[in-house]
Every structure is written in structure tokens, then in C-alpha cells.
């Protein structure tokens, strides 16, 4: 019997859970470790920040579903990795400790056979001082911070209804941040329900972001082919923005948030204030607080994690430059390579380089989209690690294990831009592969067959399709396996 733990139970640490009982069978033994009772489904998040939907449509307890699937569950937070085991086991394990009000103080050991990080991201509020719920701005990221957003939001549209202009700031609160499109998705949320209510003339809605062009999504922009014509992500966001009157700061690094200023930064070295009555700026993102010790106690944190937090695995991290990079260098099993039983998969690996172009300001300021791991990616990325433990329980260490590189491996990403079955809309893309391949598309980095984007309200039908999809997936309800992820 082998004992499989994984840790997080987001997008993509909850498919591998899913996929293991369901391919390894009785025999093996399946072990979720995450911090929160629910499953969040982060995408709708967005929706739940301007009060179109409540935090039970997002959401839904874990416990029920790992019962019944025969998983267990250790609601705790896993604090250490110890790969070798200590000086009273060979076994590697996991240090944790307990959330579970039941079990509230207790600490304990989880030993594996096979681990897979699935620990997503640390929501980094603290590299811009006065960001965040805890600072002067709102966040989507949580449920819980996307209900004190819908509040916020109601509050400035109360204010505009009495009459009185309000500033509306969206965008991301870091040079270095990812998930734009996220960012995107927001502000066109925001505009659409202003418009709802009846008083767009009095909001100046503002999109602040790291990406040099719009349309870049951290993804380096994108070549669309359309109706036989070739488009670029750049011309058609830009058309948006302007047919909704968004006005777009690019480029920006925000250095700090005081109360109802942005302070940025942009890539020319300026420096400039946006003023606001209602911001929501996404964190950076880094890897969570998980320390790393060897068998005899020495900390070899920098050994299993990058200096971002995020597990090392199969990728080439010789930091070459970034005009020299290829897609080869993004990692296929997801392995990490001192101890080839431990997976890190979802934001929890760390990405080889950024694939949109990274630049300095004259002072030095690093303006870097980072690589985003969206939802699609993530999910295959959980599979791929259990068939991956499936040959290797099977077939032993010389077992073929799977594999699927982001640059192997396409994602389709629609972005809302207002819900309501009659007026809602939305930005559909798909791109293939995520991480560009000049070597095999030496133009566009892309295939241009299986490039597109189309905005309209059959978009908004798609995005709430997926909704209701992929909760009825995570809740492992009948032929769940059958939705791809
Ligand atoms: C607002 C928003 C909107 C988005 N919209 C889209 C979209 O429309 N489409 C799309 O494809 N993607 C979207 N994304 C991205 C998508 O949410 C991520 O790609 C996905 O959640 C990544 O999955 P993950 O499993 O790596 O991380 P997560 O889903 O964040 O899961 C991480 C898990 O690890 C747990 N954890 C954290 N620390 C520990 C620890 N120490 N020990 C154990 N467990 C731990 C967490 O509690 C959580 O269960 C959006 C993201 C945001 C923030």
C-alpha cells in the first residue's frame, strides 16, 4: 500500500485528490492536507465582489465530499516538509498544524510515500505597504474578501447615486504580480454594474497595471486569428477599454497605498498618484510559508524552494536572460528534481522565467508580469501528477511518468466583463500553447488555429456554464471525471 498526501485542496491539489481515489483504488491511500473547511472556486470569486453572487454559490465543505470519496481529510496547515525523514523515521513527512476548531492548537506529523504541493499561492499584501483588506484597498482572491469588496462597491454607488463623482481604481498592487486577466475581469464587472445603476457619467474607472500593453494577460499578449484576418490581443483590449470608457495606467508598479491614493511607479522611472474612492488591487503572489529540513534537522529550504516561495521541479532555473529562454525550459512531470516523490503542481512550482517581458525603471524597479497558472493548466497539472504516482507505485523508479508542459498544453480563459443572462458579456480566449514556442511558431509563438478570442454574451453563458461545471466536478457528483479540467 502507498500512502499519497497532498497539500491544498484548490484547483489543483482537489483534482489530484479526486483523480488518485479514483485511479489508485482502495489499496492506496489518499491524504488531503489544507487550511480551509470549504472548496472555493476562486474564478466566480469575481462575481461575489459586486454582489451578483453570494459565498455559498462559490463554495461548499470538503468534508463531505472526502468521506465520501474515502479520502482522508486533515483540515491543518502544512508548515514543513521533511523529505528524509528525522532522526525516529526513514519516512519523509509533513509537519502540520491543525485549523480544525476540533483540533484547534494541535500539531502533528503526516508521513507520505508520495507528496504532491498543491499549496497554490501566499496572497503577498505585504510587499506594498497599505495594500489590502488590511490596508486601504479590496481584494477578490478569497470569497471572504470578495463579500467586503460587493460592500465597498455598494457604498461608492450609493454615494454617485446622491450625485456625487467617485474614482474607481482596478488593477494589480505590485510590478511583479500575475492574474491580470482577473484584474480585467473586475473592472469590466465593476463598470457594467455602475452602468446597471444608472450612474456611469459619475464614475472615472481607472485600470492599473503592470503589463506594458493591454491585452499583454502576462502571457506576452497574443496573435488572434479572425474570420481570416490576424488581430492582436493588444488592438482588441484597447477597443474594449475604449468602447467602455476605462482609462488604462501601463506599466505601473504601485509602490505603496495611503488612504485613497495609488503611489506608482512607471517603467520610464516617473512617479505619479491615482487618486481613489474605491480600489481593488490584486497582491503579488509568492509561495506560502512551508519550510524544508533534511533527515539530521538542516534546513534546506533554498534546496526544495526558489527565493519566490514556489517548489523547485523539472524546469531549467539556470536564469538564463530572458531573450535566450525556450519553451523547453518550462517544466513537463512537475518533479521536483532532489526527491523525485515530491510533485509541486497549480502557482504552488516554480516557473522558469516570465513570459512577458520583464523591464527595469531607470531607478532600478522591476515591472515583471509574472507567469499566470490559471485554472485549466492547474487541474491537468494535479492528473498529470497522479498518473504520474500510478506508473511509478506500478512500474517502480524506472516507471515512464506522465507528463504535460504549459508549453505543450493550451488553456481556454473566459474573462467576464458583465454578468446578466440578457446583458451580460464576456471576453472568450483560448491559447495554444500558454508559454509560446518560437522554435515550432516562429511569427506568432502560437498556433494560429487554436488562437482565438470573441467577446459577446454567449461568452457570459460559457463562464456561468463552467460555474455550475466545475462545482458539480469538485463536488465529485456522478461521470465528474468525465469533465475535462
Ligand atoms: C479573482 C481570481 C479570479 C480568477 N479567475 C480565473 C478564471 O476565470 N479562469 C482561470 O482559469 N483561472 C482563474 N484564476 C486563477 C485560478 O484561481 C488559479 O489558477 C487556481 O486557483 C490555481 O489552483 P491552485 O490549486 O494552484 O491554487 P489554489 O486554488 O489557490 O489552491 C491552493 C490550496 O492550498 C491551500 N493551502 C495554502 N497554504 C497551505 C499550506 N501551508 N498547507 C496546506 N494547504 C495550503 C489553500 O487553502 C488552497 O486550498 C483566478 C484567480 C483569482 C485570484
Not at 497532498?6 to 482537489?14: E, Y
Not at 493591454?214 to 484597447?238: P, R
Request: charged share 20%; with cysteine.
Amino acid at each position: 500500500m502507498a500512502r499519497v498526501v497532498i497539500l491544498g485542496a484548490g484547483v489543483a491539489g482537489h483534482t489530484a485528490a479526486l483523480h488518485a481515489k479514483r485511479l489508485l483504488g482502495k489499496e492506496h491511500e489518499i491524504i488531503v492536507i489544507s487550511p480551509n473547511s470549504k472548496y472555493n472556486w476562486i474564478p466566480s470569486n469575481i462575481w461575489v465582489g459586486v454582489g451578483k453572487m453570494s459565498a455559498e454559490q462559490v463554495t461548499f465543505p470538503l468534508a463531505p465530499v472526502y468521506t465520501k470519496k474515502g479520502i482522508t481529510f486533515h483540515q491543518a496547515l502544512a508548515r514543513e516538509i521533511h523529505p528524509e525523514g528525522d532522526t525516529t523515521t526513514n519516512s519523509g513527512f509533513v509537519s502540520v498544524s491543525y485549523t480544525d476548531p476540533a483540533r484547534s492548537g494541535e500539531e502533528g506529523k503526516v508521513e507520505y510515500d508520495f507528496l504532491v504541493n498543491a499549496t497554490g499561492p501566499k496572497l503577498n499584501f505585504a510587499a506594498t505597504p497599505g495594500l489590502g483588506p488590511d490596508g486601504h484597498t479590496v481584494s477578490v482572491c478569497t470569497f471572504g474578501h470578495a463579500i467586503e469588496a460587493a460592500k465597498s462597491l455598494k457604498e461608492v454607488i450609493a454615494v454617485m447615486k446622491s450625485g456625487k463623482r467617485q474614482a474607481i481604481a482596478v488593477g494589480v498592487g505590485h510590478g511583479t504580480c500575475t492574474c491580470e486577466g482577473a484584474a480585467f475581469e473586475y473592472a469590466f464587472n465593476v463598470e457594467h454594474e455602475i452602468r446597471a445603476a444608472g450612474v456611469r457619467d459619475l464614475a472615472d474607472i481607472t485600470y492599473i497595471t503592470n503589463e506594458y500593453e493591454l491585452g499583454d494577460f502576462g502571457v506576452g499578449g497574443m496573435i488572434f486569428s479572425q474570420q481570416g484576418f490576424q488581430t492582436s490581443s493588444k488592438m482588441w483590449t484597447e477597443s474594449l477599454f475604449r468602447e467602455r470608457n476605462i482609462k488604462a495606467i501601463l506599466g505601473a508598479h504601485v509602490e505603496k497605498i495611503e488612504p485613497h491614493e495609488v503611489h506608482y511607479e512607471l517603467a520610464d522611472g516617473t512617479k505619479d498618484v491615482l487618486n481613489f474612492d474605491f480600489a481593488m488591487l490584486l497582491p503579488p503572489f509568492r509561495g506560502v510559508d512551508m519550510k524544508a529540513f533534511d533527515k539530521t534537522g538542516v534546513d534546506i529550504t533554498d534546496k526544495l524552494f526558489a527565493p519566490s516561495g514556489f517548489m523547485k521541479v523539472d524546469a531549467d532555473y539556470s536564469g538564463k536572460p530572458y531573450e535566450e529562454w525556450l519553451a523547453s525550459d518550462w517544466p513537463k512531470t512537475y518533479r521536483n528534481p532532489l526527491y523525485p516523490n515530491i510533485f509541486a503542481v497549480g502557482i504552488a512550482f516554480a516557473p522558469p522565467h516570465q513570459i512577458s517581458k520583464p523591464r527595469k525603471s531607470p531607478n532600478g524597479t522591476l515591472i515583471a508580469p509574472s507567469p499566470p497558472r490559471t485554472g485549466m493548466p492547474s487541474g491537468i497539472m494535479g492528473k498529470t501528477a497522479i498518473l504520474s504516482i500510478q506508473a511509478l507505485i506500478k512500474s517502480g523508479v524506472d516507471a515512464d511518468v506522465a507528463s504535460a508542459s504549459m508549453s505543450d498544453m493550451g488553456a481556454a480563459c473566459v474573462a467576464s466583463a458583465g454578468s446578466g443572462m440578457k446583458l451580460g458579456s464576456a471576453a472568450s480566449m483560448t491559447m495554444y500553447p500558454v508559454v509560446p514556442d518560437y522554435v515550432k511558431y516562429p511569427n506568432t509563438g502560437r498556433s494560429l488555429d487554436d488562437t482565438y478570442g470573441e467577446i459577446g454574451l454567449a461568452g457570459h453563458w460559457i463562464k456561468l456554464l463552467l460555474h455550475y461545471m466545475f462545482i458539480y466536478k469538485a463536488k465529485a457528483r456522478f461521470g465528474w471525471f468525465l469533465i475535462p479540467e
